[in-house]
């Protein structure tokens, strides 16, 4: 009697073992393909502020206009950062200088692209949209809040570098 009911409970727990796992989809990029946030970026504000097909078409021509636009900027920066990798573990501090320099070129020309993006997205809008968008713009460059992720204050709220929080002093 005990043996068989060590074995039915065997056989259930493989079932349900099996039943789990194959309940879980792998997740990341399909097809060795990795997801487009600009299409994820079009069906995310298609929906939340309920674009009709002209704003559709409008944002989707946007978008592809600035990707074609930045993409040679986009290309350079694994080469970049790579070669700062190398030059950190040679402690070229000169080469580090100059890499970031370029970097911080190339993120500046593509952080104008995207606003220059969003603000012709942005016109397109009715005002119930930009009233709906409102203190969340900052998403139309890419993020969350007013000034992309975390807002303008970076994630955590007190900024790249800010000053930690008032501490207080028992009286």
Sequence with gaps: MK???????????????GVYAQGFRQRGPQNGQRPDPGARMERFLTRSLQ???????????????????TQSLRDQMPDLRKGLMEAIKANNTAQIDTLSTQMGNIEQQLSAARAKTAAKF??????????????????LMGGFGPGGFGGPMGRGGRGPGGPPPAATTPQ
């Design 3 to 17: 043996s068989k009911f060590i074995a039915a409970s065997t056989v259930a727990l493989t079932l349900a073992a």
């Design 51 to 69: 674009l009709d097909a002209s704003q559709q078409n409008q944002l989707h021509t946007f978008i592809e206009e600035n990707r074609v636009a």
């Design 122 to 139: 942005y016109a397109v809008l009715n005002d119930a949209q930009k009233a709906d968008l409102g203190a969340r713009i900052g998403m």
